[in-house]
């Protein structure tokens, strides 16, 4: 049976992508005990296209791909990009209405689709609004014209679980990682090229071959979101 908790299978778009991202994740563990600062509220992300990479702690790239994200309507877009130099082993497109809580898995090869209701909304994009502020953070030499990136980091834990999750962000409230982990699974993700717009708003309605579908019965146990798909 599948874990209450999933996390998404990394990606990554490169292999210098990916041990940057290694590296922010052990500062991310190292100063995760830092104080806590009562007045940062957590920010919203803007409108993005990006990429996205997830990955496991086991070393596996489970997805790499773009992703639209829109942040007033919370939907969200992600289509993996299998012609990527690094192996993944999942593909995955997904549509994700986190208002209604409703989440399409899409086949565009067989026009098929698959429609889900979610059960925990929680995903990379956007900070939670229970999350706690851990610290700020300057990368690189900040005295350096073009060095020196300022990152604000975010702690929480996931409903009805045991599990944690860490979150940094630009001062614009662009997301750059979430480190997501239970006793079992630990997932990375990480967004690269981000800017700040939605490039392509039809990536964000539901393809016709997926309309009227009924919502499949969730079995019992199981926690769908958006993490989950990267199990
Ligand atoms: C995001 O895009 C949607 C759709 O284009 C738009 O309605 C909304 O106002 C935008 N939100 C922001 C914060 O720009
Ligand atoms: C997929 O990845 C390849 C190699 O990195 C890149 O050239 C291509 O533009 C990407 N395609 C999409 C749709 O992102
Ligand atoms: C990807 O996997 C295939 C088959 O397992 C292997 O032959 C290939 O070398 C791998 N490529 C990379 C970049 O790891
Ligand atoms: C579409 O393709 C997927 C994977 O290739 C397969 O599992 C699924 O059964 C197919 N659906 C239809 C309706 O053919």
Redesign the pocket.
């Given at each position: 049976m599948r874990e209450t908790v999933s996390f998404g299978r990394p990606h990554c778009a490169e292999k210098r992508k990916m041990y940057a991202a290694v590296i922010l994740l052990v500062f991310m563990c190292l100063t995760a005990t830092t104080h806590a600062d009562h007045h940062h509220h957590p920010c919203h992300s803007p409108n993005m296209t990006g990429f996205m990479t997830v990955m496991n702690l086991k070393g596996e790239v489970r997805a790499i791909g773009a992703f639209t994200y829109d942040s007033t309507a919370k939907k969200l877009r992600f289509r993996s990009n299998d012609s990527t130099p690094i192996n993944t082993s999942l593909h995955l497109d997904l549509l994700v209405f986190f208002e209604e809580g409703i989440l399409y898995e899409i086949?565009s090869?067989?026009q098929?689709c698959e429609k889900k209701k979610l059960q925990c909304n929680l995903h990379p994009l956007d900070i939670p609004d229970d999350a706690t502020f851990m610290s700020t953070m300057t990368f690189g030499n900040p005295s350096v014209e073009g060095e020196g990136i300022k990152l604000n980091l975010w702690t929480g834990s996931m409903a009805d679980t045991k599990g944690k999750y860490t979150m940094s962000a630009t001062m614009g409230c662009l997301p750059l990682s979430a480190l997501y982990y239970t006793g079992s699974t630990t997932f990375f993700v990480s967004h690269v090229d981000i800017e700040s717009e939605i490039k392509d708003p039809e990536l964000l309605l539901v393809p016709s071959f997926c309309q009227g579908l009924p919502v499949e019965v969730t079995p019992e146990g199981t926690v769908n979101s958006f993490l989950s798909e990267f199990m």
């Open positions: 086949d090869k067989n098929s």
